[in-house]
Nanobody, 130 residues
Framework: QVQLVESGGGLVQAGGSLRLSCAAS???????????VGWFRQAPGKEREFVAA???????????YYADSVKGRFTISRDNAKNIVYLQMNSLRAEDTAVYYC?????????????????WGQGTQVTVSS
């Protein structure tokens, strides 16, 4: 099974940056590279929402997708050698405050559908102060 661990969350001032990491356990390195990976977030009192996604390493070209709320500010990428997917978050705003989760999917019919993802990390807290 794919085991995922998020890290990199913390407290930052509005306008600042953070880089989140989603790492596969050593036992699932080879499998992780061939899964699509998405980032989702959940703020207090709100439903979990899609943030960004990246296609698997089986694609010669990585396809990336972003929610309108983060497009132009966040960048998703993956490092196959390290088996890590990153979410670079720039120009952070208070409304970006949430618990951020990474998730892996064997295949997608729609990358933004939470139900397409089988494996989830434990989440990492991002807090942006105004």
């Amino acid at each position: 099974q794919v085991q995922l661990v998020e890290s990199g969350g913390g407290l930052v001032q509005a306008g600042g940056s953070l880089r989140l990491s989603c790492a596969a356990s050593e036992r699932t390195f080879s499998t992780f590279n061939y899964y699509g990976v998405g980032w989702f977030r959940q703020a207090p009192g709100k439903e979990r929402e899609f943030v960004a996604a990246i296609s698997s390493s089986s694609s010669r070209i990585y396809y990336t997708y972003y929610a309108d709320s983060v497009k132009g500010r966040f960048t998703i990428s993956r490092d196959n050698a390290k088996n890590i997917v990153y979410l670079q978050m720039n120009s952070l705003r208070a409304e970006d405050t949430a618990v951020y989760y990474c998730a892996a999917a064997q295949k997608w019919t729609y990358y933004g559908n939470m139900n397409e993802y089988t494996y989830w990390g434990q989440g990492t807290q991002v807090t942006v102060s105004s």
